[in-house]
């Protein structure tokens, strides 16, 4: 593996094609101190690009933890003016945002969950500005991941630190393109597979859509009116175009909220929170997870559904072929940046305001009464299986069959 | 060496004796990222006992480097709201400030002198309440350092990566006691012996201390009524005793500012904004720098003599003996935490309340009046020799030898 060559391929797509770098911009990157070389090399780029400041935000997973452990939970109840400034001032100014993801998938287990969900809380609340702006599309903004040794150590547990730690590398960089000659040139052709497939499911006038797998999941959502699918990247509301995740592999859309009716399984792990939820499932009756369960990490999924009450209704629906290039490399990365790019995934919580037309100029109440939920929370979770089958019944009656054996009939 | 072992006397030597941390008090750290092993230990310890909360700042020596060759000037003008709020709103609320060094002590060779002054004094000046709060000994602050390879390999350059990595922290435990069976008894016995010379000074009825040497320094400086040598460590106003500087082995006082007379000669090589200035000189008159050289580093010697107009004159003179634990080492450090500690030094810019009775109640104007320099800048620049000699000159006439061939006389 040219270690040091794809690095480089990668800040550079993570700076033109990830963020859309413009000049003057300020970036804003948000990283583990495990993932200083790859920052370094981001700003590198960063600057090439023309960008006005770099400012990176360091955090250390040991000192948080050390937090979470020794702290009264009223520290998790205040964000200190700094910390809200720092987020909502360089999102009125119009920066970019990357995170850089490199946690220890089992970072926080064992912490108090209560802790961890008043700070997303309070976060979530005080950086209310960060937050619209970024979610309605007037700021770019990506994530990415990093190798890093304790989450390598997760991913490949028969390995040594550094046969991990590469082995990591080299999964993220197959993942992202990054090991191909000319990465940004792959995403627009990449970026262009997703057009077909969207404008397709967005002319379907689809009603609903029922899953149905041999894990149990047997669970039919619901679509609006104006429902759009998206995918690949986005479109920020300036015109520009930029890549939120990298990789993705992922369409999606928003269905209506308290619309979901059935039962669902997890088909992979999930990290929330630096901790591993396995082998759950969720029951909906009107949109409203009414029944959950977990053999692995059941206090961890019950503060995520309890979060708020827009946590108990699905935000998200997305497709991705179990037959995905991610898919195929058969690594559970443990971490959902990767992960439901390998198979078709929910999330509860927060739905996008892109997926309805019109849906940037909707205030918060618009976009609730035509279905979009809302929430302080938005986790995916991975649904997908091999024998996935999904139908959609259109509005005028008709049945298409969508997903055939884990991957597009179409 | 016993590695693991030294790092965790250390860390709670820092803890204990450096910060003298409280119950629910609030602890901020900011390191660079190539520390987070000693920041990690520190917060540990911190916690034992009974931090309300420990906040760490990791900085990045590259990325800065990157602002400085590619952001404009303006960028180094202008403070963001977060970072004045982060230093400010700590301070107010009691918090200690510990910073860790690990600089390159040539990280910024090259830079632009004229942004990295801007920056500091943007800081400095957005910074007041955090400034004032540390200076008139409000608020406890502790300054360490620990080892990095970009450091070591500047102190030993013929060592491996490795071995200068490991030296230097040899170094750094030695010379901050942390290789003891108990660090904070070694700095209760060390404390107090500063204390009977710190007295004898302060008796001595001071005017004039006249240094001279070989090297061509020949220069005389006035002390105040009501002067205070200090030493050791601090009390804090709330009556608590914390140590700034880890290690250190000076007595310091601060002299009449407009009343220096003559030329000294720099002894070590100084690290300023991560460039390193040697064989320099100053020449005062009726205190103020007139004329000035260096062998290398002019720029930057310009840019820190030029920085104000308080950073023309003196604001500590402090006494080391040549014979000093850290001199004996026969280290230079390329840092002035540790290489103040081996020589005789002077610093330009602000001077001390704590050096002049009743200097905590002063206001600035009042502590000027009395000799008192002020100034945004602080630099220690080290001038002792092993054949410094200084004659005090007292209030009553006397002449008083107290170094003699660079040691203290008594």
Chains 1, 2 share one sequence.
Request: glycine share 6%.
């Amino acid at each position: 593996m040219n270690f040091n060559k794809y690095l480089e391929n990668y800040a550079n797509l993570i700076v033109v094609s990830g963020l859309n770098v413009q000049k003057q911009q300020t970036v804003v990157i948000e990283a583990e101190v495990e993932s200083v070389e790859l920052v370094r090399l981001v700003t590198k780029y960063a600057y090439r690009q023309g960008a006005k400041e770099v400012v990176v935000r360091y955090s250390d997973e040991v000192v948080t933890r050390l937090k979470y452990e020794n702290c009264e939970q009223s520290v998790f109840e205040t964000v200190p003016t700094w910390l809200s400034n720092f987020k909502n001032d360089y999102a009125a100014m119009n920066a970019c945002f990357l995170s850089i993801i490199s946690d220890d998938p089992e970072a926080f287990k064992g912490v108090d969950p209560t802790k961890m969900a008043s700070w997303s809380k309070s976060v979530n609340k005080e950086c209310r500005v960060f937050r619209d702006l970024l979610e309605n599309s007037t700021n770019a903004w990506c994530i990415v991941g990093a190798s890093s040794v304790k989450w390598a150590n997760r991913v490949f547990p028969d390995m040594s630190d550094k046969e991990a730690y590469d082995a990591l590398w080299s999964a993220i960089f197959k993942a992202t393109k990054a090991d191909q000659e000319d990465p940004n040139a792959a995403w627009i052709e990449h970026r262009a597979s997703f057009e077909r497939r969207v404008k397709y499911l967005n002319e379907l006038n689809i009603d609903t859509l029922t899953y149905t797998n041999n894990l149990g999941t047997n669970v039919k959502v619901s679509l609006m009116e104006g429902y759009l699918f998206a995918g690949g990247g986005n479109y920020l509301q300036n015109g520009l175009y930029n890549i939120p995740n990298i990789p993705t592999e992922e369409i999606f859309a928003s269905p209506i909220f308290d619309k979901t009716e059935g039962i669902v399984y997890s088909s992979l792990p999930l990290n929330y929170n630096g901790n591993i939820i396995d082998e759950f499932y969720m029951e909906f009756k009107d949109g409203r997870v009414v029944n959950y369960g977990a053999k692995k990490g059941y206090d961890v999924l019950k503060e995520m559904i309890e979060f708020d009450e827009g946590s108990h209704y699905l935000g998200e629906i997305a497709l991705v072929p179990y037959d995905s290039p991610i898919s195929n490399m058969n690594i559970t990365f443990l971490n959902t940046l990767f992960d439901e790019n390998a198979v078709c995934h929910f999330a509860i919580g927060k739905g996008f305001s892109e997926c309805i037309v019109g849906g940037y100029e909707m205030t918060k109440e618009e976009l609730q009464e035509k279905g979009i939920n809302d929430s302080l929370l938005h986790v995916d979770f991975m649904i997908g299986t091999n024998d996935l089958h999904i139908v959609a019944s259109s509005k005028d009656g008709q049945e298409i069959e969508v997903f055939k054996e884990g991957n597009f009939v179409f």
